[in-house]
């Protein structure tokens, strides 16, 4: 929709319907007047409103008394939000509710009904109703604002309400993800999704997928980065015809430097015309380095880092396998490295925030992730946790402990490795680290 008539209707609702029109301005109300009464419904909503304008978000929220409140720059600081720490060796059937099966390991094996996929997201479900009411009051307190999740957090409309309620109670809006795979975009997931989120107050924008750009290496399902980009972009076209109140962004994977002579990351983006900003995850040490003068080459939209931080567990000694496992490790958890790692990425995030600096592109981050999360080691990442039996996976018993084998990544972490399990800002145990106290004077501050 025309940003013209999204801000005229914003500014008609803010000020209680009243509007005064000059002389020369006359001309513009037959041509509206239709307009503001087909859409008089629609804007009565109890939703909020998100627009692109000059490198920032602007967002109407909605007051305590349902009132919409005025347009403001709108600043992003936040935490990726997947509350799944442990996973059981045992759970639900999700299509049967009345037995259970094995867990923990969530590939799909032939002959398995239901499918790994099918388990893992009924169980994310699962954890995402155990633990909203102790994670958002810990959010609360460190001060966040917005929080990034990667899919709804029930299909019972009932239950996904409470959740985002609650949100609304503390002040955190939710960047929700409507489609992570080619199979949740071939079964219109986003459609459901959005239908059933978009009226929301708790609701800051929407997120299509996760690191698409990197799709013919990584889980989406998607062969080639062409036919990412298309369904990306269709997909956006859509939910843009069924929710004209909220931006649209996707995320994509922080590869800015070109590549055989091709900037993929440059091609992706101009093919996605229907998106209004963009996501980065971003992991490349103690810098971000010449990211924000990429992006500048790059697309003249604004972004958001959708991910950047740091494990708290520190690698001194491992056996490289493969050039990508880091295997019979040895170390120790240093919560203070963590600590100084990410919060001098949010420094350097500070300095580049149109928020303060209009010239600016970037609007704000989420540090990965609010809590650790042991499950990984046994669900996408094999080849971790050592003593994985493919057989009969489910006599592994990583899944609810820690474990340090990880990712060799060089120069992206302090030590070269990522650890899956030690990412938190809390622990499995939702005990506050380090950087828990640095974010939560550092977002106070902003």
Known sequence: MNLFFIELKLSFIQKGGGIILR???????????????STAEALQTNGSFSIVKDNVLNVAGRKEDGQLDLTKPYLIKGVV??????????????????????????????????????????????????????DIMLMKKMNVNTVRVFNCFSDDPEINTRILDEFFRNNIMVIMTVALTKKDIDDKEYV?????????????????????????????????????????NLVAEEIKRMDPYHSVSTVIG????????????????????????????????????????????????PFYFSEFGVDSFMTEKYKLYKNVFAKRCKGEESQLIQS??????????????????????????????FNDALWKVGSYHSGLGGIINYTNPYE???????DTEGFYMKNAFPDDVANEEYFGIVNADREPKSVFYALQEFYASL
């Open 396 to 402: 592994a018993s990583c899944y609810s402990k820690y």
């Open 192 to 232: 459901k999704v959005v239908e059933m989120c978009k009226d929301h107050p708790a609701i800051l924008m929407w997120a299509i997928g996760n690191e698409w750009n990197l799709s013919n290496m990584g889980y989406s399902g998607y062969k080639t980065i062409v036919k990412a980009a298309k369904a990306v």
């Open 254 to 301: 922080d590869v800015l430097c070109d590549k055989y002579n091709v900037n993929l990351v440059k091609w992706f983006v101009e093919e996605c015309t229907n998106i209004d900003l963009w996501g980065i995850n971003s992991y490349r040490g103690k810098t971000f380095g010449d990211l924000f003068d990429k992006w500048e080459d790059i697309s003249g939209k």
């Open 23 to 37: 002389r020369k301005e006359m001309i513009y109300l037959c041509s509206i007047l239709s307009f503001f009464i």
């Open 81 to 134: 939000w997947n509350p799944a720490t442990r996973a059981p060796q045992k759970g639900i059937n999700p299509k049967t509710k009345r037995t259970k099966i094995d867990y923990g390991f969530f590939f799909d094996h032939e002959n398995q009904d239901p499918k790994g996929y099918e388990v893992l997201r009924y169980w994310l479900q699962q954890e995402y109703q155990k633990y909203f009411l102790s």
């Open 340 to 369: 100084e790692y990410v919060m001098g990425l949010w420094e350097e995030v500070k300095n580049n925030l149109s928020f303060y600096k209009p010239e600016k592109k970037c609007i704000g981050g989420l540090v990965f992730s």
